[in-house]
C-alpha cells in the first residue's frame, strides 16, 4: 500500500507565525493528495484538495504546495482557532490513506 | 447543504458484527457527484479509510479488513450502512461516515462519528 508520512508529528508555534507542514508519499502520487484540520473531539474538516486547491468557505492563509512525492501545508500567520491536528490524505489510488496527523500546539 | 449523521450501537461484544447507519439530508444519495464512505479513528491513532459505495452499488474496500467490511444503500430512506463482522478490540475506534465529492476526489463532508467499543 501507499504510505503517507507527515512531519513533524507535533508543533508549537504562536499566533502569528507561519507554519509549514509536510507530507511524503512513499511513491508518485501527482496532485492526488488532500488536507483535512481535526479539532479534538469533532470530525475532520477539509481544507486543501488536489494539493493546491482551497475548499469553499477556508481562509485563505491557507496553502497547500508539491506535487509527485512532497507536499506541503502552510498557515501563514496562525490563529488562535488554528490550533488543531492536521491530517493529509492521498487520493490517488485505494486503499486511500492517511497520514499519522501533526499536531499544532500553543507555545 | 449536504449533513450526515451516524447512528447505531456503540457496544459490540468480540465475534460479533458491527453495525452502523449514516443518514443522509439536504442531498440524495442516488447521486452521482459523490460516493458513500466509512473511515474510522482508533484512539489516539490515524484515521483509516474502511471503503465506499457508489450510487450504482459498486463498492471498493480496504484490503485490510480481510472482507470482514459491506456497506450498502437503503434508497427507500436515503441513508448507507456498515456492517464490519467478527470484529475485535483492534476495531475499537471513532466511525465516521463521509462523502466523498467524485469532482474533487476528497471527503468534503462529515458525520459527528460516533465511537464503537469491542468489549465482552
Known amino acids: 500500500d501507499l504510505q503517507m508520512t507527515q512531519s513533524p508529528s507535533s508543533l508549537s508555534a504562536s499566533v502569528g507565525d507561519r507554519v509549514t507542514i509536510t507530507c511524503r508519499a512513499s511513491?508518485?502520487?501527482?496532485?492526488?493528495l488532500n488536507w483535512y484540520q481535526q479539532k479534538p473531539g469533532k470530525a475532520p474538516k477539509l481544507l486543501i484538495y488536489g494539493a493546491l486547491s482551497l475548499q469553499s468557505g477556508v481562509p485563505s492563509r491557507f496553502s497547500g504546495g508539491g506535487s509527485g512525492t512532497d507536499f506541503t501545508l502552510t498557515i501563514s500567520s496562525l490563529q488562535p482557532e488554528d490550533f488543531a491536528t492536521y491530517h493529509c490524505?492521498?487520493?490517488?489510488?485505494?486503499?486511500?490513506?492517511f497520514g499519522q496527523g501533526t499536531k499544532l500546539e500553543i507555545k | 447543504q449536504l449533513q450526515l449523521q451516524e447512528s447505531g450501537s456503540g457496544l459490540v461484544r468480540p465475534s460479533q458484527t458491527l453495525s452502523l447507519s449514516c443518514g443522509v439530508s439536504g442531498g440524495s444519495i442516488t447521486s452521482g457527484d459523490y460516493s458513500w464512505s466509512w473511515i474510522r479513528q482508533p484512539p489516539g491513532k490515524a484515521l483509516e479509510w474502511i471503503g465506499y459505495?457508489?450510487?450504482?452499488?459498486?463498492?471498493y474496500y480496504n484490503p485490510s479488513l480481510r472482507s470482514r467490511a459491506d456497506i450498502s444503500l437503503d434508497r427507500s430512506n436515503n441513508r448507507f450502512s456498515l456492517q464490519l463482522t467478527s470484529v475485535t478490540a483492534a476495531d475499537t475506534a471513532v466511525y465516521y461516515c463521509?462523502?466523498?465529492?467524485?469532482?474533487?476526489?476528497?471527503?468534503?463532508?462529515w458525520g459527528q462519528g460516533t465511537l464503537v467499543t469491542v468489549s465482552s
Open positions: 511513491q508518485s502520487i501527482g496532485t492526488y
Open positions: 463521509a462523502s466523498r465529492i467524485v469532482d474533487l476526489d476528497a471527503f468534503d463532508v
Open positions: 459505495i457508489y450510487q450504482n452499488e459498486n463498492a
Open positions: 490524505q492521498q487520493s490517488f489510488t485505494t486503499p486511500y490513506g
